[in-house]
């Protein structure tokens, strides 16, 4: 695939404080599986052919990005796939999981209790006795062949432009732990954690890393300000921001991710975080699926939607 496209925002703030902004629109780099997701995948797709395997088994919410994104791999490259969906069976079928069961996903549910327990090894085994032999990824994607589908986008972005600080949204951790991994201690990148009580990532990025690569890392930050309440929390401001957004640049963000990367980049830079003269790049790691799914838990609680595609 050619290398994201790079575009530069003028906002006046980043103006202001004399710092360049730039969004790295990985969320055009695959027409169905745009951004981190494919990132994510991509190593564990080779594993499990070399593994033999023919089946993905994956976990996530209701409305999940990962779920969806599995789903249509499947479909792209030939596995079948299981969906391990958190809580109560739904029917008739959101609009996320409509789309994944279209693309041959096999759904199943757990209670909460049961789904926390879904990385424990005898857990998994008795799954599997159901199921059937799997390659199983993770929730989100996030484990260490995650990592180097990752760090390939920081050297695609080296070829386009110099840059001091890269900028990603963060729920398992996994694209910012992979993003260290390709900058390799140089430059500084930041997380901006979507879910409240995101301090737990500094630990799992940590673990991601030293499992891929034997390091730890200490050119990065970790920004817990951001998340709107919590992850998929409603909040008219961010939804309020999007829309501005939307008009001055001509991109969507998504409600969950991209949203809260942005408004915490820019205020960041408002509050001087990066110095006059950087190049500062935002990740937009795709998530628009989740538009859908959003709107219909909230439609009537809000009249500030942004245009949809």
Known sequence: MPPPLLQELAEPVARQ???RLLL??????????PGNKWRKLKYNLLAARAQGHTTLLTFGGAYSNHLAAVAATGRLYGFRTIGVVRGEEHSPLN????????????LRYLDRDAYRRKQEPAFLATLQRATGPAYVVPEGGSNTLALPGCAELVTELATQTNFDALCVACGTGGTLAGLLTGL???RHAVGIAVLKGGSFLQQDIDALTQAATGTLYSNWSLQTDYHFGGYASFSPELLLFIRQFQARH?????????SKLLFGVLTLIEQGYFAA???VVAVHTGGLQGWQGFRQRYETRSNWWPVLP
């Open 17 to 19: 404080r004399g710092v």
């Open 250 to 258: 001509g991109v969507l963000l998504d409600p969950l991710y991209t």
């Open 24 to 33: 790295l629109r990985d969320d055009l780099a695959h027409p169905e599986l």
């Open 277 to 279: 003269g950087s190049t």
């Open 184 to 186: 390799a201690g140089t």
């Open 95 to 106: 609009s996320t999981l409509a789309q994944a069961a279209a693309d041959g996903m096999e």
